[in-house]
Structure formats: C-alpha cells, structure tokens
C-alpha cells in the first residue's frame, strides 16, 4: 500500500441508543480528534468508519474498552469548489473498472478543499486513476 | 476387573432378573407408599398389570417435586426404625431432599459402587483420597463406602484445603482420587504452581469423579495437568436414587455402565412423556428395583442421555449412558421441536469469528415461535464490509438449522454486552405468554 492511503478506523456498535456518542466518548477523553466519520447501519448494528488523527492509539483504546475495531487503508481525494467534481471522480473509477465499495465526505480541513474518502476493491488501482484524471488524491500527512 | 456377575449376564437373563425384581418392586410399593399407591390408582394401574417388562411403561412417573410435596419421609417405605441412615440433597429451591436407606440398601448401595470402582480401574492396592465434601452429600460416603469394599485404603480427606490434599498425596503416596472434575482440574492446578511434578514427584493414577459431568475437553485436561499416566473416568448418580453406583464409565470409555439389575433405565421426550426408542436422546428415568427405604419408580431425573445396548469390549454387557449433554428443565420447545441450549451452544463453539457468550430470545410473533440469539462479534476482519457479517449471520443460521432443523435468527452485538454470569448462566429468556 502506498503512502497515498488514509488509515481508516472502523468500528462495530450496536443499534442501541448512546452507542455511538460512547466512541466519540472514549476517543475525546484520550485526547484523538474526529476528522471524517460516517455511519451506516442495518436494524440491528452498524459499522462506524471514522478518519482520526491518531489511527493507532484509536486502535489500542477501544479495544481495551471492548470494542472490534478494525483499521483499513482508504483513497481520500480533494473535492474541488465546481459543478460535477463528484462525478469526474466516480466516472474515471468506473471506466478504470474499480469498483466503489463505500463513500463518505471530509469536511473539516482548516479552509482547505474537502475530501470525499472513497473504499475501493482496489486502492492502488484507484489512486493512479485518479491521478491521471488530474484529480489530487490527499496523503495521509495532509490531513 | 468386573466386580459382579450380574455385569455380564445375557441379556435374557437381565431382562428376567429385572422383571422378577421389578414385580416384587411395584407390590412393594404400592402396598407401602401411599403417594405412589394415589398414583397407580388414578392411572388406572394395579400391581398384577406388570406381566412383563415392557408393562414398566403404564406406570406413572416420580418426580422431584414429589419429594417437596411429601417431605420430608412421606416417600419413605419403612418405618424410621428401620433405617440405618440419612442422607440429603440441597432441593433447588427450599427444602433440601431426604433420603434414607435400610441396612440392605446401604450393602446394596456400596456393591454398585464397588462395581464403579472396578470399571474405573481401581483395585485393592490403591490408596483413595476421597475429595468430595462430606456431610449429607452421598457422594463421600458412597465412594468411601464403595472402595473400602474392594479392598482400597481410603483417606477421608473432604474437600478444599489444596495444601494439606498435596502432603497427603506426596508423603502417603495417593494413587486414585475422588472429586468433582472441577475440583480435580483445581487441584492439579494448586500441584503445578507449587512447584510438582504429579508425573515424578506423585503416584496419582487414576481419578473416580463424579458430582457434575465431565466433558471431553475437561477428560484432555486432566491429563494435561495430572500427566499422561493419568486415567480418568466419570460416574453418575443421585441420592433419591441411591448416591453414586448408578451407572460408571469402565476403561474402553464408551459410555457409563447402568447397574441394570438394580437400576432400569429409560429415555424419554421430556415435552410429552412419550418413550423413545434406543438410541435416541432424551431425559433418563430410572426405576430402582429392590430398595426398601425409598423404592422408586419412573423417577424423572431431569439429564438429558442416551442409551447404547451394544456389547462393550471391556466384557460388560448392561447398556450403557452417554455422558450427559445438559438438563430437561433448560429445554425449549420451538414450534414443536425440543431444542437444547447445549446444542446451540456447540454450534457456537465452531464459529471463531464470535465469542463463546450468547443469549436466546424467544417470542411469539403472529402465532409462530421466534428464536433470536444473540453472539458477540470477535473478528474485526469483518467489519470492511456489511456482506461480510451478513455471510457470518447466514452461515451461523444455516449450521443451526442443520443442528436443530428450525429457523432462527442470529443477532450479531459487540463484545462483553452481553451478560456474564458468576454461577449457573440465565441464558434465555422466553417471551412466550403461555411459556410452550
Ligand atoms: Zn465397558
């Protein structure tokens, strides 16, 4: 995996009130801050996937709180201020034949442009697809 | 060594012993114990309508709750003068349960568990620490009795107290010891951290336990701990129906020999009392023959076994018991099926991707029953994709329909949120109204 990848934290939580806020919980008293985080469930869970500053310690703490998390790497490319930059992205994936598991966005970045964090069923592949569609895939360190 | 001829009788002549004895039994019975008498009469049953041994079946069942509602000698058959002793068991709730026995049932008693003794190799060169608790337990003071009787030297050690059950191991050089499995595994764990080799430093051969069953993981343990000479075998009883001498594994492992001549065994579907076939699993009732103090018959005793008539190799011929695979009372039955948190339990057990924790909700949802049990997610390798979980919940789903030919759902939670449980786990929880 290249330097290119984000690592992403995802975690499993029950469908069940506060199960949430408690991550957010845990990860605030430990000092990590939240940069992207997206939530997707089914009636009875969900996987929580979040792009934290400190991937590691993420890991090691919900862990120790009972928690099945998982780090996986993501494409994070910058989502520039014009009509269809959205779907440049999706398309160029497409033709290029990779397939788009899940997508989410990344907003707070100081003032700078937002990222949409894209999980394919081929990152590398992805990354040079978006390079050569001139769209600017963001490095880990950037975040 | 087969202590008792009656251990190799063909079966003819068992079936002929037990029908004489069970005749004898049912007169007795009914001639001396009035809550018994009420039953036959109500089923419509009288003494000569047992001609033959299949004729067991038209007698009406005992169970625990009889000992409750007659306690405490109200199912006695002797008058107290008669009895030689007592012994009780802790009831489940209140009471505890009293039993007595006349001189005869105590030789009675202590031959079946000489025979036990035997078939789990030990001989009268042994030196028995007996660590059951005494007390009112039978299971001391049966063992004690049983190993006395072949010959054995016997310490009456009682249980707890690792430090003093070493010295007396070390410096009188105990070879057979009588426990709980539990107790057995702790002990031995007590050995190694003090610093013992049982292999070397001990002369422990061979373990006599009984008490709780003893599951095959727990049998590979022990001689994990004790070390490779080490031989084990399990033995069944309960003290309405004498204490231990039941039944016993011998040393080819392949079941527990039932004392038949003292003991008839049936299975039976603990849902609608119906007897089943050979082989088939169900809840073990026993009938005692010959007893005097506390004759019983068609005692439901709520384990859950199965019967294998087949010769064994070590020259026995008495039907032999599974080791027990759980009890009747923690049966569920699911649209009509009989379903044992045992079962769902193994089925967990061979799925690593979740934790060794569940919990089964019943309900019933528009007139049709709806198991859901609930496993705790341990792989994170799953969590990269929704499909992921969604092939381990239809693959859990399909294994229990495999295991218990029904439906259920499977509810994927995260890890320690379910309940965990110090003592005896309270894993279901039945929404039904009507509770069937
Ligand atoms: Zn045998």
Redesign the interface.
């Given at each position: 995996m290249g330097e290119t990848m984000i690592s992403q934290v995802s975690i499993f939580v029950d469908n069940r009130p506060g199960s949430l806020w408690e991550v957010t919980q845990i990860l605030g008293e430990e000092g990590i801050n939240i940069r992207a985080v997206a939530a997707y469930d089914t009636p009875e869970f969900g996987i929580l996937r979040m792009v934290v500053d400190q991937v590691a310690s993420a890991k090691d703490v919900l862990t120790r709180r009972g928690f099945v998390v998982r780090i996986t790497e993501v494409v994070g490319a910058e989502l520039v201020d014009e009509k269809g930059s959205l779907g440049r992205m999706l398309e160029a994936l497409a033709k290029g034949g990779v397939n788009v598991n899940y997508i989410y966005s990344f907003v707070i970045r100081g003032g700078k442009a937002p990222v949409m964090v894209f999980h394919t069923d081929d990152n590398e592949k992805a990354c040079a697809i978006l390079g050569e569609a001139k769209i600017r895939v963001v490095e880990a360190g950037e975040l | 060594m087969i202590w008792s001829k009656e251990e190799t009788l063909p079966r003819g002549q068992m079936e002929q012993l037990q029908l004489g004895k069970l005749k004898e039994s049912v007169r007795y019975i009914y001639d001396r114990v009035a809550p018994y008498r009420a039953k036959m009469d109500a089923a419509g049953v009288k003494p000569e309508d047992i001609r033959e041994l299949s004729d067991l079946q038209k007698l009406p069942y005992t169970v625990k709750a009889d000992f409750r509602d007659n306690y405490p000698m109200g199912m006695f058959a002797v008058a107290p003068g008669e009895l030689v002793r007592f012994h009780a068991s802790s009831g489940t709730t209140g009471k505890p349960t009293v039993v007595g026995y006349t001189r005869k049932d105590l030789d009675v008693w202590l031959d079946n568990v000489a025979r036990i003794a035997c078939m789990g190799g030990a001989s009268k060169d042994d030196i028995a620490q007996i660590s059951f608790g005494y007390g009112t337990f039978t299971g001391a003071l049966g063992l004690h009795g049983g190993l006395e009787r072949i010959g054995a030297s016997v310490i009456p050690m009682s249980s707890g107290n690792s430090k003093k059950q070493m010295l007396f191991m070390q410096d009188i050089g105990t070879t057979l010891l009588v426990a709980t499995p539990s107790y057995a595994l702790h002990l031995g764990e007590e050995v190694r951290e003090a610093g013992l080799d049982p292999e070397k430093d001990l002369k422990l051969r061979i373990g006599l336990f009984g008490g709780e069953g003893m599951t095959e993981p727990m049998r590979a343990e022990m001689q994990k701990i004790w070390g490779k000479g080490f031989f084990c075998t399990q033995n069944y009883g309960m003290s309405e129906l004498c204490g231990p001498g039941v039944s016993g594994e011998c040393e080819a492992l392949t079941g527990m020999h039932v004392n038949e001549d003292w003991f008839i065994p049936e299975i039976i579907d603990p849902a609608t009392g119906q007897v089943l076939p050979e082989g088939q699993s169900g809840e073990l009732v026993i009938t005692c023959l010959g007893k005097e103090a506390l004759p019983l018959m068609r005692y439901r005793t709520g384990d859950l076994t199965k019967l294998d008539y087949a010769p064994c190799p070590c020259g026995r011929t008495t039907v032999r018991m599974a080791n027990l695979f759980g009890r009747a009372d923690d049966m569920l039955v699911i649209r009509g099926v009989n379903v044992f948190p045992t079962q769902i339990e193994e089925v967990l057990l061979g799925v690593p991707e979740i934790g060794p924790h569940y919990h089964i909700t019943v309900e019933r949802i528009e007139y049709l029953d709806m198991m859901t049990i609930a496993v705790e997610?341990?792989?994170?390798?799953l969590?990269?994709?929704?499909g992921q979980?969604d092939e381990l919940e239809k693959r859990i789903q399909k294994r229990m329909h495999d295991v218990l030919g029904l439906a259920t759902k499977i509810?994927?939670?995260?890890?320690?949120?379910l309940q965990r449980f110090e003592g005896k786990a309270k894993r279901v929880t039945d929404l039904r109204k009507d509770g069937l």
């Open positions: - | 997610l341990i792989d994170d390798r969590l990269d994709s929704y979980l509810k994927l939670v995260a890890p320690h949120s």
